[in-house]
């Protein structure tokens, strides 16, 4: 049995849409026999990083801000799996990425070139095996997701941990409300998690069956365009 971690940010932590669909690939994890646990960014309050590398060269992998880090840096010590969940705000929440570069302390700073690129590896102690990405956007076509992919590829490539997946929705302001496919949606998002717990990878039709168009782009900026003279109703 392994554990998964996730750590999202949401401006509305039951309801929002990220929040949705994270919660199914959460539990896909689970039937496939993964214990998890859930963070929101917001409760963990992560500082910037001052970038004076004393988790590297004056206290390897500890961190000196004393913050909601120093709660989740243990559970991530165990976690098999990483889960990153955020919405798209051009490219991300700030919190989200303060926390990312708060993982330093978890790498070893031991340099590598690998491919033409300088990569590093997580340190001993923590069990890391592969991260994944939950992400939903509010403009319609999925390339609007590609920053954040590549932010979470980046990291778990520096890190040499597999990067096994982004389970992305698009236009998430109709796909997940009632005028779109909410149960579709969401049950693929659960049927990715449980993929990759039990066949190691998430199949790309499940990934697909997420990410579906749903209307097309013109007549979803009108959507959008009248839910904001509407008030967001």
Request: a negative charge; one cysteine or more; glycine letters at 10%.
């Amino acid at each position: 049995m392994g554990m998964s971690v996730a750590v999202y940010f949401s401006s509305s932590p039951e309801s929002g849409n990220t929040a949705r669909l994270l919660t199914s690939f959460m539990k896909g994890l689970e039937r496939g026999g993964d214990e998890t646990r859930t963070f929101d960014v917001k409760e963990i309050r992560p500082s910037p990083c001052t970038g004076e590398m004393h988790c590297w060269f004056k206290d390897p992998g500890s961190c000196y801000i004393q913050d909601g880090m120093q709660d989740f840096y243990p559970v991530l010590r165990e976690a098999d799996t990483l889960v990153l969940g955020t919405p798209v705000y051009i490219p991300l929440p700030g919190e989200m990425q303060n926390l990312l570069n708060r993982l330093c302390p978890i790498v070893e700073p031991d340099l590598e070139t690998r491919e033409g690129r300088t990569r590093a590896r997580v340190r001993d102690g923590y069990r890391l095996s592969r991260v994944a990405l939950v992400a939903t956007g509010g403009w319609w076509e999925i390339e609007n997701l590609d920053t954040v992919v590549r932010i979470a590829r980046e990291f778990a490539e520096d890190a040499s941990v597999p990067f096994v997946g982004a389970v992305l929705r698009p236009h998430a302001a109709m796909a997940l409300s009632p005028q779109g496919k909410p149960a579709e949606i969401l049950e693929a998002a659960e049927q990715a998690g449980f993929e990759l717990v039990s066949a190691g990878e998430i199949r790309p039709e499940t990934l697909a069956t997420v990410s579906q168009p749903l209307i097309g782009q013109e007549d979803y900026r009108q959507y959008m365009n009248q839910m904001r003279a509407g008030g967001g109703g």
